[in-house]
């Protein structure tokens, strides 16, 4: 893909996606634009098997921007890293269409595999700020990841995941739209778990 063609691209992405831009020439002060900019060129020197060149472009996009995409990381189109300081994504990670993350999210292992070592994200997918996702596991299409949480095991399409570990707290067969970029309004189990609990006790109460 040429430079033109990529830009292009990318500034219609991120005017989607960030309300804070206001014209396209903004996209060139993206540190992710950069990144997979960097990530694509070196993702080709990778499949040809010239490992050390393909590092060397990677690092030195990682040193720049904070961004680290391994380049041997397959991602799809329509990706986008919001701001994107200290995100980190490996070697066998596989990303889908449209998928969003934001900074400080990481797709890593355990240290405990070999081969597919990272997770596979399926497209539409959104991982909030400080996410963590640790091991060779898909996470499903269309799914929300939220802020913080640690998930260690499979997430199925159409979820919400919140906390550490990671559960999975709404599943339906609704599709998330892809410009659904709400970090802050996701269930919160732990609280709803105190609201039962209290009104168990009112009950109580009453009864006695």
């Known amino acids: 893909m040429g430079f033109?063609?990529?830009?292009?691209?990318?500034?219609?992405?991120?005017?989607?996606?960030?309300?804070?831009?206001?014209?396209?020439?903004?996209?060139?002060?993206?540190?992710s634009f950069w990144a997979v900019w960097k990530y694509r060129k070196a993702h080709k020197h990778y499949l040809k098997g010239h490992y050390f060149r393909a590092r060397y472009i990677s690092q030195?996009?990682?040193?720049?921007?904070?961004?680290?995409?391994?380049?041997?990381?397959?991602?799809?189109?329509?990706?986008?890293?919001?701001?994107?300081?200290?995100?980190?994504?490996?070697?066998?990670?596989?990303?889908?269409?449209?998928?969003?993350?934001?900074?400080?999210?990481?797709?890593?292992?355990?240290g405990k595999e070999?081969?597919?070592?990272?997770?596979?994200?399926?497209?539409?997918v959104m991982i909030s700020a400080g996410a963590k996702i640790l091991g060779s596991f898909t996470i499903g299409e269309n799914s929300k990841i939220g802020a913080g949480s640690v998930v260690l095991n499979e997430v199925p399409p159409n979820s919400t995941v919140?906390?550490?570990?990671?559960?999975?707290?709404?599943?339906?067969?609704?599709?998330?739209?892809?410009n659904d970029l709400d970090q802050v309004h996701l269930p919160d189990p732990v609280k709803n778990e105190f609201?039962?609990?209290?009104?168990?006790?009112?009950?109580?109460?009453?009864?006695?």
């Not at 830009?7 to 060139?28: C, G, N, Q, T, Y």
């Not at 070999?114 to 539409?124: A, L, V």
């Not at 609201?195 to 006695?208: A, G, T, Y």
């Open 60 to 110: 030195k996009a990682a040193r720049k921007t904070g961004i680290e995409i391994h380049p041997g990381a397959q991602i799809g189109k329509g990706f986008f890293i919001d701001h994107g300081h200290g995100v980190i994504i490996g070697e066998t990670t596989i990303i889908g269409d449209n998928v969003t993350l934001y900074q400080g999210v990481t797709l890593g292992g355990t």
């Open 114 to 124: 070999s081969g597919k070592r990272h997770p596979t994200i399926e497209d539409n």
């Open 4 to 31: 033109i063609k990529y830009f292009k691209e990318e500034a219609a992405i991120i005017k989607e996606r960030d309300p804070a831009i206001k014209s396209k020439w903004e996209v060139l002060l993206y540190p």
């Open 162 to 178: 919140v906390g550490v570990p990671g559960r999975v707290v709404k599943q339906d067969n609704v599709k998330i739209p892809r």
């Open 195 to 208: 609201e039962d609990i209290r009104r168990e006790i009112e009950e109580l109460k009453n009864k006695l």
